[in-house]
């Protein structure tokens, strides 16, 4: 089945840019989500990018996709403590947005002060 | 945030004990899902519905029911719990133009 990876954990030092990486299987993937959850809460859209783009940008974060192989990233510029959380790549099934989403495992991502 | 709405936030049942997990949405969407996540797994797709005469089984329906009693409303149900039915559940919505709105989410716990 089409399937969607990450790396499960990230260290970096406040201040220091943060990158995390997807791949995803699903050629005809329209729509390329990046969600955040903290503890306790749910998932929280960050951003997201159609298939169509090479990149997206929205004041800290930067998505890059790389469509001939299928990779997905984000970065956070200047990270925070506060952007502690677990953040998960996923990809629409298919070409349409029909909220079915292939989700990966999620990057857990630490800032150290 | 209070657009999506899930109740209980926390359960804990035993094994065999039927369970009803509630959601329902104040922003208007035809479309809810039901989502469970599992640790090093992400989320997946437990059902949906595109509209009230609407239900769709996700990538792991066996072992769930669901209901949609109104277009704000989306029911999950386990006839009979088990405990790798353990895990935090999420509904989402959607209108269909625009990406998914998670509820804060239910974990359930099968003793």
């Known amino acids: 089945g089409e399937d969607v990876e990450q790396s499960l954990f990230l260290s970096v030092r406040e201040g220091d840019s943060s990158v995390i990486n997807c791949t995803y299987t699903d050629s005809s993937s329209t729509y390329l989500y990046w969600y955040k959850q903290e503890p306790g809460a749910g998932l929280q859209l960050l951003t997201y990018?159609?298939?169509?783009?090479d990149m997206k940008q929205d004041q800290r974060l930067t998505v890059l996709l790389n469509k001939k192989d299928k990779h997905l990233s984000l970065r956070i510029a200047d990270t925070q403590t506060g952007d502690s959380a677990i953040y998960f790549c996923a990809a629409g099934r298919g070409s349409s947005n029909t909220g079915k989403l292939i989700f990966g495992q999620g990057t857990t991502l630490q800032v150290k002060p | 945030d209070a657009d999506v709405t899930q109740t209980p936030r926390n359960r804990i049942t035993k094994t065999g004990k039927r369970i009803m997990l509630e959601c329902s949405q104040t922003?208007?969407?035809?479309?809810m899902y039901w989502y469970r996540q599992d640790p090093g797994l992400g989320l997946r797709l437990i059902y949906y519905?595109?509209?009230?005469?609407?239900?769709n089984k996700g990538e792991i329906s066996d072992g769930y029911s669901v209901s949609r009693q109104a277009q704000a409303k989306f029911s999950l149900s386990l006839e009979s719990a088990i405990p790798n039915q353990t895990a935090l559940y999420f509904c989402?919505?959607?209108?269909?133009?625009?990406?998914?709105?998670f509820g804060n989410g239910t974990r359930l716990t099968v003793t």
């Open positions: 989402a919505t959607s209108d269909g133009n625009s990406p998914l709105h």
């Open positions: 922003k208007g969407h035809d479309r």
């Open positions: 990018i159609f298939s169509n783009m």
């Open positions: 519905s595109f509209d009230v005469k609407d239900i």
